[in-house]
């Protein structure tokens, strides 16, 4: 169905206190319940929403792509480690 999001136009209204409502549809596609957690930005004029967990798949994704392999993890205990010891 992400071709009926990336068609897709519902006009909404700005309620009291700027509240919007996401359309039934987008939530069920995007994987959004009540109480989820979204991170705004303005782009370009839009405003665009992003849901918490593809903001941490994205995040990890460019890691993966950038750490070729290393373990950052592992790198990051080391280099605590070397600090206590000095």
């Known amino acids: ?3 009926f999001l990336i068609m897709a136009e519902i006009k909404i209204r700005v309620g009291p206190g700027g509240r ?3 359309p039934s549809q987008f ?3 995007l ?13 370009d004029g839009e405003l ?4 918490l ?5 994205r995040a ?3 890691i993966r792509r950038y750490s070729k392999g290393r373990s950052l993890a592992g790198e990051l205990v080391q280099a ?3 600090e206590e010891d000095e």
Not at 31 to 43: H, K, R, V
Not at 53 to 57: D, E, I, S, Y
């Open 1 to 3: 169905m992400v071709d």
């Open 20 to 22: 919007l409502v996401i």
């Open 27 to 29: 939530r069920k596609e």
């Open 31 to 43: 994987g959004i319940n009540e109480g989820d957690s979204l991170i705004a930005t303005l782009e």
């Open 48 to 51: 665009r929403l992003l849901a």
């Open 53 to 57: 967990h593809q903001a941490v798949k």
């Open 60 to 62: 990890q994704q460019t």
């Open 80 to 82: 605590r480690q070397k």
